[in-house]
Every structure is written in structure tokens, then in C-alpha cells.
């Protein structure tokens, strides 16, 4: 009888924990420890205890690539915020031409990161791109640029395709924010002479404040991962100029068979993912869902 | 519809004066500003796919050739683009039939049943929601080369399972626990066992969650990288992605055969978004989107 724990429980339970625990718990478990080993995957590995950790936090390589995935995340949040913002509450408005418009604005999230890079890396700012045929055409040919082979611009560059590829993703969360304001706050705001700036700032905004925290730290656990992108379009390079965590966690553990090093970069990874996720949850009260099961 | 239709007959209640004629400019401009920079550059891919590979220099950058050419797509197609969609369609079919049937297992009990194993197994599930796919990679490669299961399609989906399943079980548990509980006391009450009731109340009361989790881990799969990547070498057991990087070796300069291939990775889900855009955004801001 539901409600009563029986024999056909674990037989629903166990598929799903088989799964999760053995290709994904367990192995997240199973990377703290092989980033104690000495191990290039093929050979008997060695305890090297803390080797791999004082390594990452003294390899200039690794170091660097922590720096450069925390100005990822930073500089991500600074783009992709505010037009994100800007272009749900766009899309939220009711007016015919903005749905239309806004077809066209979720297009990007179709495409696999694989097929963003390519489009982006071979047509459009490549040395013969559209980018710079289209500044040598208005005139403004001291403009162009190797725009993904230049060390000092690369990876701008990569943070600009990767807020094209996740704008519309979080416009489609602040769209539904927005949609969820109770229009009775702006009725009476407009009684009372507000006007669109006025309520932008004093219901929009603060209303949005949960959705602005969701869309935050998605953006920042996205940034830790962003991989497939980057690796498409520069492979992390030129020279070490786009190589972020995730890059360096790739080139270390399967390029160069650093195995126990690699684990070391991907736990680092991990928690910085999980840290930010716990702060998503303590922020929006995630835990609320789980209070209203007590009723049952 | 019907809140349109609401929409317009309020409008058309006020008066005149108040009324817009006309969109308020700034807002329209600035629209137009970002339809350029998220459209161009997938019109761009199009029209440079259509072009041959000696005039695709020269090409404007707003018009399609004067003389379209199909050679770049029966290039990708005799290259073997069909094998890769093949490859690709049957890992996410097997993947999200096994993450949607176990999910909807593990959600009915963790929804109906007051445990206290019950309700720490959710709790264990929902710390999958942090692990980053890339954290746990490396293990992941190591035992999968262990269990035979390396450069091998079937290698490519119990990963896939096991990253699917923390957010299709937190999304059906939501779904499952906002059903009646009269109606589950009255098919208990016909002597129903758990199966009977999942069978035939929860599996078509929760199709619109089952749609979303189905839409969400499909593209999951479908545009996948990390995973064929790492586990797979041989290149007739890549998935699309992966192919699509190693056209991008393989064609070299060649940008409007690259573009083909592009577009047609693309075009299912293209014709996706055609049919059920609705649902389709919904599943992607799965669980997010409260």
C-alpha cells in the first residue's frame, strides 16, 4: 500500500541510484582520490599524497588558468546581465513584434556549442570573416583583426561568443520572471505617475531579485565548465591565452597522460561547483520544495 | 491565443488617445540591434553554405549567391554525415528512454513514500544537480576502458543516464507530488499496487513534465561533446559534435562545406523549434524557469 515501505521501494529506487552512483557520484568520489596519485593512466600509479595539490596551486600554468576562468565568470556576468535583463523584460511586453523578434532571439540555444564555435571560429571571425570584410566595408579597416589568433584579444573574443551562445538562455529566465510580476503593482504605479524608467527601477527590478540571484550563479557554474566552446575555437590557445580550468584540467589529464594531476584541476572544478550551487540553494530557498512534502 | 485575444480586447477598451499607434522607438530599436547580432550570424552560416568554395570570398555579406549551389551538402553527405546522425540518434533515443523510465521509478516513490531512506536517497540524487560533468571525467574514462566499454556507442550512454538523472527525478518529484492525493486513495482504496497506479495515473497525469524532461535531455545528449570526445577514437562511432570538429581538420579552408555540415546538425532541432517552440524553450529552462 502506498505510503509504507515495501518490497517494490528499493526495486523503484535501484535503477536510478545504480546509475547515478556508479557513473557519476562514485566517479566524482573516485577523482579525490586518484588526485593523490602519480599515474599516467597506463602504468602501476604511485601515493604521492598532497604532490598533485602543491603542484596546482604553484604551476604558473594552472594558476594562470584559475586567474583566467575567474575573469570568465566576472567578465560573463558583466556582458551577459544586463542584456539579458534588458531583453527579457523586452520580451515579456506584450506587443506582437517582440514575440516575433524574439524567434529569432532564441535561435542560438538550438545550436550545439561544437557547431557555435565553428560557425564563429571559421565565418565569422576568422582573418577572412564576415567581422572584418564587414569593417574593411564601412571603412574602418585599421579595425580589423586576427580577432581569435591575437594573444591580447582572443580571448575577449571567447567571452563575447560565449555570451552570444548564453544571452538567450537567461533572457528566456528573465522573460518568465518578468511575465510573473502581478500587474496590479504597475497599475498602481502608473495612478500614482510613475513613469517606465520609475518602474523599471522601483517594481521590475526589485521584483526580479531571485531571478537576477538563479541567473547569477548558473552563470557562474557555467563559466567553470565552459569548455566545448573554447576548445573548438582556440583549443586554448594562442599560447596559453584562453586556457581556463576546464582546458587545463583536458590538456593535462588527457593530452599529456597526467591522470593524478588532472584529478587534482577537475576537484577544484568540482568544488567550486558545488560551493556555488549551495550558496543558489541557501539563497533562493530551493529547500522551501522540500518542506511542502511534509503534507503528504 | 486566448490571452492575446484578452490582451487585445483590453486594449481596445482604452482610449484612444492612450493607445499606442506605434511601438515606443527606443525599446523597437534596440530589439532590432540584438536581432541582428543573434540572427546574422546563423543567416550568415546558411548563405555562406550555399556558395561555392572559390566565390565564398568574394560573397556579399547580406545577400545569398545569385546562383546557390547544393555541392557543399552532397559533399557532407557523401563524406558521411548520415552515419553520424545515426550515431548520435540512437545514443540519445536509448539514453533518454533509460533517464525518462528510471527517473519516473525513482520520482513516484521518493513523491509517495513518508521514508526516511526514501527522502535521504532524493537528497543523495539532488547533489548530482552540482557535479560538474567535467569534475568527474577522468573516473568516468577510467572505468569505462575498464568495463570494455571504450570507443563503443553503448560507452557514450550510461554517463549520459547518470548526469540526466538529478534533474529529470527533482522536476517529475514536483510534478508527481502536486497529483490529487484522493486520486491515489481511490486506487488504492481498488486494491491498485504501485505499478498499476503509476501505470495509469501518474504516467498520463504527468505527460507535460515527461514532455519537458524528454525535450530537456535530448538536447542534453544530442549536442553532447565531453563524453564522445574522451570515450570514443574511431571516427564511424562518432556522434554529430565530434564529427563536426574533425570536418573542421578535414575541410580545412573549405568554410562552405564546414557550414553545410553545420546546418545540418542543426536542422533537427531547427524543425523542432518550428513545430513546438513552446515546448522546446520550456524544456530547456527546465527547473529553472519558476
Known amino acids: 500500500m502506498p505510503g509504507r515501505l515495501n518490497w517494490s521501494v528499493p526495486l523503484m529506487l535501484l535503477p536510478a541510484v545504480a546509475f547515478f552512483v556508479v557513473f557519476a557520484l562514485g566517479p566524482m568520489i573516485a577523482a579525490v582520490y586518484i588526485s593523490f596519485l602519480d599515474w599516467n593512466g597506463i602504468s602501476t600509479p604511485h601515493w604521492v599524497g598532497l604532490g598533485n595539490w602543491t603542484k596546482a596551486f604553484s604551476d604558473s600554468v594552472t594558476l594562470h588558468s584559475i586567474f583566467l576562468t575567474v575573469q570568465v565568470m566576472v567578465l560573463s556576468w558583466i556582458v551577459q546581465t544586463p542584456i539579458s535583463l534588458l531583453l527579457g523584460v523586452f520580451l515579456a511586453g506584450k506587443q506582437r513584434y517582440r514575440a516575433f523578434l524574439g524567434v529569432f532571439y532564441f535561435l542560438p540555444l538550438l545550436f550545439s556549442a561544437v557547431a557555435i564555435g565553428l560557425i564563429w571560429a571559421s565565418s565569422m571571425l576568422s582573418a577572412n570573416g564576415a567581422l572584418n570584410s564587414f569593417l574593411k566595408a564601412i571603412g574602418a579597416s585599421s579595425l580589423t583583426n586576427d580577432w581569435l589568433g591575437n594573444p591580447s584579444i582572443a580571448f575577449y573574443a571567447v567571452i563575447a561568443v560565449i555570451a552570444w551562445q548564453f544571452i538567450p538562455f537567461h533572457t528566456l529566465l528573465y522573460q518568465a520572471g518578468t511575465r510573473q510580476i502581478p500587474q496590479v503593482l504597475y497599475e498602481a504605479a502608473r495612478i500614482d505617475g510613475a513613469g517606465t524608467l520609475q518602474q523599471f527601477f522601483y517594481i521590475t527590478l526589485p521584483q526580479l531579485k531571485y531571478t537576477v540571484v538563479t541567473s547569477t550563479i548558473l552563470m557562474f557554474t557555467g563559466s567553470l565548465t565552459y569548455f566545448d566552446v573554447i576548445y573548438v575555437m582556440t583549443g586554448g590557445g594562442p599560447g596559453y591565452a584562453t586556457r581556463t580550468l576546464p582546458l587545463q584540467m583536458y590538456i593535462t589529464a588527457f593530452q599529456d597522460a597526467q591522470i593524478g594531476y588532472g584529478s587534482a584541476i577537475a576537484v577544484i572544478l568540482a568544488v567550486v561547483g558545488v560551493l556555488l550551487s549551495l550558496i543558489m540553494i541557501w539563497l533562493t530557498g530551493f529547500g522551501r520544495m522540500e518542506s511542502q512534502a511534509e503534507g503528504l | ?290
Open chain 2, 1 to 290: 491565443m486566448a490571452v492575446e485575444q484578452g490582451m487585445r480586447t483590453r486594449e481596445a477598451a482604452k482610449p484612444a488617445r492612450v493607445r499606442r499607434l506605434l511601438p515606443n522607438p527606443i525599446p523597437l530599436l534596440l530589439g532590432l540591434v540584438w536581432f541582428v547580432i543573434a540572427f546574422y550570424p546563423v543567416y550568415y552560416m546558411f548563405i555562406t553554405s550555399l556558395r561555392t568554395q572559390a566565390g565564398f570570398l568574394s560573397g556579399s555579406l547580406w545577400l545569398p549567391p545569385s546562383n546557390p549551389t547544393a555541392e557543399n551538402y552532397l559533399s557532407v553527405i557523401g563524406n558521411g554525415i548520415g552515419l553520424y546522425f545515426l550515431n548520435s540518434a540512437f545514443v540519445t533515443v536509448i539514453s533518454v528512454a533509460l533517464i525518462v523510465a528510471v527517473s519516473l521509478l525513482a520520482a513516484y516513490a521518493i513523491a509517495r513514500i513518508r521514508s526516511r531512506v526514501v527522502q535521504i536517497t532524493f537528497r543523495v540524487l539532488l547533489l548530482g544537480l552540482a557535479i560538474p560533468l567535467q569534475a568527474a571525467i577522468i573516473p568516468i574514462y577510467v572505468l569505462i576502458v575498464h568495463i570494455g566499454l571504450y570507443d563503443t556507442l553503448y560507452g557514450l550512454i550510461p554517463p549520459q543516464v547518470a548526469f540526466g538523472i538529478p534533474l529529470t527525478v527533482l522536476i517529475l518529484v514536483n510534478f508527481i507530488r502536486d497529483i490529487p492525493n484522493e486520486l491515489y486513495d481511490s486506487m488504492v482504496l481498488d486494491g491498485s499496487g504501485h505499478f498499476r497506479i503509476l501505470r495509469s495515473l501518474v504516467f498520463p497525469l504527468s505527460r507535460p513534465a515527461l514532455i519537458t524532461v524528454v525535450i530537456y535531455n535530448a538536447l542534453q545528449v544530442w549536442n553532447n561533446f565531453l563524453f564522445p570526445l574522451i570515450l570514443t577514437q574511431s571516427s564511424n562511432i562518432q556522434t554529430l559534435p565530434l564529427a563536426l570538429q574533425q570536418f573542421q581538420g578535414q575541410y580545412g579552408v573549405n568554410v562552405p562545406g564546414l557550414m553545410a555540415a553545420v546546418f545540418l546538425s542543426v536542422l533537427p532541432i531547427i524543425v523542432l523549434y518550428v513545430i513546438a517552440r513552446r515546448q522546446l524553450l520550456g524544456g530547456l529552462t527546465a527547473g529553472f524557469g519558476k
